[in-house]
């Protein structure tokens, strides 16, 4: 059994299930940050708007976060088996964990990198699969937190090779998409409208790097995904 994970063949893995399942990842993602962007435009002048853009911003990366991992289970045998209304209701049970440990992780790695930058490469690395053990396994965030450095031990450099090439393509696709926006934006509402659709395009990559390294990591452990007694798969 190979015991080394391989950097090159995540990300082939992460883009092919982007490419495959673009018809659901990229639409879903659209009408989602549509109304965060919608209300990100409000935000102008009014600290309550600014509060509620940042709740419903944090819901909706939270819920969709959910949504891409249970797709990812859901391919592993080669086919999308559920639609996008039971890849959403799977996630429901499990937003205010996600939403927690988002939360815990954000700010633990934050402190870690203003302080020497290498405590926040270390928690972003041994957290990585922090939300698809969240969304398969069903733990509770504390729980989460050590099932995901146990599953990353051994392969902590891979992990955050993985991680830090996942994001360089995101920000550049991003910063692409942003000056394309600024561009040819002549309308507020296109302006929000562009902003929803270049948020769609990187969404899914975090995501889906994040469930394609649970599940590899799983395998070269030679493990299956610890479901707790009495509690059936996501997708059940």
């Known amino acids: 059994m190979n015991t080394n994970l391989s950097v090159g063949d995540t990300l ?3 883009f092919s299930i982007y490419r495959d399942q673009a018809g659901v990842l990229l639409p879903v993602a659209f009408w989602l940050f549509l109304g965060v962007a919608i209300v990100e435009g409000l935000t102008e002048g009014s600290f309550g708007w600014f509060l509620l853009a940042i709740v419903l911003a944090l819901t909706v990366s939270t819920l969709y976060q959910g949504m891409v991992v249970g797709l990812v289970q859901d391919v592993r045998d080669g086919r999308r088996d559920s639609s ?3 890849l959403l209701r799977s996630v429901a049970p499990v937003v205010l964990p996600l939403l927690g440990a988002g ?7 934050g402190i ?7 405590p926040g490469l270390y928690l972003i690395t041994i957290w ?4 698809p053990v969240i969304v398969i396994e069903r733990c509770g965030i504390a729980d989460a937190l050590g099932r995901s450095r146990q599953l990353v031990r051994g392969n902590g450099w891979p992990v955050l090779g993985v991680l830090a090439l996942a994001f360089l393509i995101t920000a550049v696709v991003g910063a692409i998409l942003a000056l394309l926006g600024e561009a040819i934006a002549d309308s507020e509402i296109l ?4 902003s929803a ?7 899914p990559i ?17 493990q299956e995904p610890a479901s707790p007694p009495g509690q059936d798969s996501v997708l059940e």
């Open 103 to 109: 939360l815990i992780v954000g700010i633990c790695a």
């Open 197 to 203: 659709l270049g948020t769609a395009v990187t969404a």
């Open 112 to 118: 870690g990198f203003l302080l020497l930058l290498v």
């Open 191 to 194: 302006a929000v409208v562009l």
């Open 12 to 14: 082939r893995q992460a």
């Open 84 to 86: 996008i209304g039971d």
């Open 128 to 131: 990585a699969v922090v939300a």
């Open 206 to 222: 975090a995501a889906l790097v994040a469930s394609v390294l649970y599940f590899r990591l799983l395998e070269i452990k030679g």
